[in-house]
């Protein structure tokens, strides 16, 4: 089944490399067949997302509402251009487009998800924490025959592994 993934970055406050460097690991994982990113013209000009496939960068002016008309229009497009049965992820901070995304989903017409893209903040936080804990260097500690051969000569020491706290 193909995956493409639809990204409403309009509401996104701050540089959008950082969200974009979470989103790319996000579907890394889902082998996308198509990646876009719906954005403000300023927001595509700082961004260094380079359109190629599977990416294409669409500029917009409007948010909401009136951008998940332009995002229907896509999704419509997309399903009669070589996607069609494909799953449409779409990715919005906005409520509302994100609601509509969920009417479209309810008419059965396209297999769509609809998803804050919280959870792509939380899926590189996740992945952040989990790197940076097999990163640390394991403790070293005394095999126990020797903590206790010491706590028996009375002269344990902090850092033993039979010591306790």
């Given at each position: ?13 701050g540089p959008v490399q950082s969200l974009m460097g979470s989103a ?24 260094d997302l380079q359109p190629s496939s599977p990416n294409v960068v ?51 017409e396209f297999h769509i998800i609809a998803r804050s893209l919280g ?47």
């Amino acid at each position: 089944m193909k995956n493409v993934f639809l990204f409403d970055i309009t509401r996104h406050i701050g540089p959008v490399q950082s969200l974009m460097g979470s989103a790319q690991r996000y579907v890394s994982s889902w082998a996308p067949d198509r990646v876009e990113w719906f954005a403000f013209q300023d927001q595509a000009l700082s961004s260094d997302l380079q359109p190629s496939s599977p990416n294409v960068v669409n500029t917009v002016s409007a948010a909401g509402e009136g951008l998940w008309t332009t995002i229907e229009n896509r999704i419509r497009h997309l399903s009669g251009d070589g996607f069609a049965g494909a799953t449409f992820h779409i990715l919005s901070y906005d409520g509302s487009l994100l609601r509509a995304a969920d009417r479209l989903a309810m008419k059965r017409e396209f297999h769509i998800i609809a998803r804050s893209l919280g959870i792509v903040k939380k899926a590189a936080r996740a992945e952040r924490l989990v790197t940076t804990r097999l990163a640390a260097a394991p403790v070293q500690s005394l095999p126990v025959t020797t903590g206790v051969a010491e706590l028996d000569r009375g002269h344990c020491v902090r850092g033993c592994s039979c010591w306790l706290a």
